[in-house]
């Protein structure tokens, strides 16, 4: 009986060994699947005479996307008007009425009507010719910047160009043309933060003598304990709101701007 079990264990022995054997050699044995063929690299554009693959061009757009808040910043009237919006907000002495997104918002749509023609030009003379395949990417660039940088320096000031062009080691610019990108921006920012804070200067003057007025008159009452702030705010508003404040600065802001 012993013996029999033996045999039978021997037996699944022998099978078990034949097929750990027999596997890898019909694994050799067998054909190999053929392979499936590798994408072709696909490369769209070209930085000078090297192809830009796919991926490249993808990560570039995407760190240009997440420049345009900068670009917004730096390279239209935004600044300017944000900046003014803001000095008029403290000048009333509302704190923070309006709130900073009613600010920003209205200095968005601003900003949109003021560089609206800026931006039909752009686009009728440098993308839509680009798109339809007449003109060539770098030409499509240049003609795209050119009423960017046109509206840019009807803004600038003389003295702000000639320092930043100091600072890069230039000296005078035979054309308009010949003036760095970078030389442009900083001279432009500079600028632009030189006529905010004018404005904003010119805007303080009524409320500062409303001012000045009810703490001369509390002062003269014996009132010295009392802020003068809380006393002079409803009638900085109310002089705001007879004088149709919003609309005569919104317009001021508009018509400041120097046309291309």
């Known amino acids: 009986m012993s013996g ?16 750990l054997v027999a596997f890898p050699v019909l694994a050799l044995a067998t ?3 053929p392979q499936m063929p590798m994408l072709p690299d696909v490369n769209v554009g070209k930085i000078g005479s090297q192809p830009v693959s796919l991926p ?6 995407m760190t240009a996307i997440t420049l345009l808040p900068s670009m917004l910043l730096v390279l239209t ?7 003014v919006l803001g000095l008029l907000r403290q000048a009333l002495g509302t704190g923070q009425t309006p709130s900073n997104q009613i600010l920003l918002g209205l200095a968005l749509f601003l900003t949109a009507m003021v560089m609206m023609p800026v931006w039909e030009k752009s686009w009728s003379t440098g993308m ?13 660039w240049t003609l795209t910047t050119q009423p960017l940088r046109a509206f840019m320096l009807a803004q600038v000031r003389d003295t702000d160009l000639m320092t930043f062009a100091g600072l890069a080691g230039h000296g005078t610019y ?14 432009f920012v500079t600028s632009e933060l030189k006529t905010a804070f004018e ?3 010119l805007i303080f003057i009524p409320f500062l003598i409303i001012d000045l007025v009810v703490a001369s008159v509390l002062m003269s009452m014996g009132m010295m304990m009392l802020s003068p702030m809380i006393i002079s705010a409803p009638f900085k508003i109310l002089l705001f709101v007879l ?9 001021t802001l508009a018509a400041s701007f120097n046309a291309v």
Request: charged share 10%; net charge negative.
């Open 4 to 19: 029999h079990r033996l045999s039978r264990l021997s037996c699944w022995q022998w099978l078990l060994l034949l097929a």
């Open 31 to 33: 054909p190999a699947a």
């Open 56 to 61: 490249l061009q993808t990560l570039l757009l």
């Open 77 to 83: 009237a935004f600044t300017r008007i944000i900046i």
């Open 128 to 140: 839509a010719p680009y798109l339809d395949g007449q003109i060539d990417f770098q030409t499509a």
């Open 174 to 187: 035979a054309s308009p043309d010949a003036i760095p990108f970078p030389v442009l921006v900083a001279s």
């Open 199 to 201: 404005i904003g200067f």
């Open 243 to 251: 004088v149709d404040g919003w609309v005569l600065v919104v317009g």
